[in-house]
């Protein structure tokens, strides 16, 4: 079946450092990629989203490309925050049917020190 | 907009009782999915519903349950809880207009079994 590999967590940069998070799928045809993070005490945020091959999703700095032929969807930060640490979670949807099923990785834990 | 609100934040129960927790999806959001996250297993799907009907389920056991109104809000219901059940609970809601629609998700329901 579908399934997502993300990173082991944590972790730990400090501020100003280079960010990626790692994250592999196993889906057939052609899934929707996201990348979703998780604030202490809050519920999931959509980070950004890819929809198909090449596809480059970005918001707040944060940039993941849709690889098709590496089946990989890596999380990069050029420079991040203390205000960025948070545990982040790549995720897929299958795109052969119109179902709401999130599939998600294990999620990694970013900290992020002054 | 008003994001997706889930009812109640925390909640405590003793094994053997059963709860209900509420969601209301973003106005317009026709689909409600619900996901149990635990620190072991990580996020899981348990059920989406559209137009008050369960068209998607994912693998629990028949004590969780879930319905959806014509409003769109919906509830899941947890029988006989078991202290495995403790977890935190999330809604997520989507237009649900096409395949690749963007899952927005509530804060949670922490549910504590003892």
């Known amino acids: 079946g579908d399934s997502v590999t993300q990173m082991e967590g944590p972790v730990t940069l400090s501020e100003e450092a280079f960010l990626t998070i790692n994250c592999t799928y196993t889906?057939?045809?052609?899934?929707?990629l996201f990348w979703y993070v998780q604030y202490p005490g809050e519920g999931l945020q959509l980070l950004l989203k890819a929809t198909k091959a090449d596809d480059k999703g970005s918001n707040k700095g944060f940039e993941a490309t849709y690889r098709k032929e590496t089946t990989s969807f890596h999380l990069e930060k050029g420079s991040v925050q203390v205000s960025d640490s948070a545990v982040y979670f790549c995720a897929l949807l299958h795109g052969s049917s119109n179902t709401g099923k999130l599939i998600f990785g294990q999620g990694t834990t970013l900290q992020v020190k002054p | 907009k008003a994001g997706v609100t889930q009812t109640p934040r925390y909640l405590i129960k003793t094994r053997g009782q059963q709860v209900t927790l509420s969601c209301s999806p973003i106005?317009?959001?026709?689909?409600v999915s619900w996901y149990q996250q635990t620190p072991g297993q990580g996020l899981q799907f348990l059920f989406e519903?559209?137009?008050?009907?369960?068209?998607n389920k994912g693998n629990f056991p028949g004590r969780f349950s879930g319905r959806q109104f014509s409003n769109s809000r919906s509830e899941m219901n947890v029988s006989t809880l078991e202290l495995g059940d403790s977890a935190l609970y999330l809604c997520?809601?989507?237009?649900?207009?096409?395949?690749?629609?963007?899952?927005?998700f509530g804060p949670g329901t922490r549910l504590t079994v003892l």
């Open positions: 519903y559209f137009s008050e009907t369960q068209r």
């Open positions: 889906a057939t045809g052609y899934p929707s």
């Open positions: 106005s317009g959001h026709r689909s």
């Open positions: 997520a809601s989507r237009k649900d207009s096409g395949k690749r629609d963007t899952q927005y």
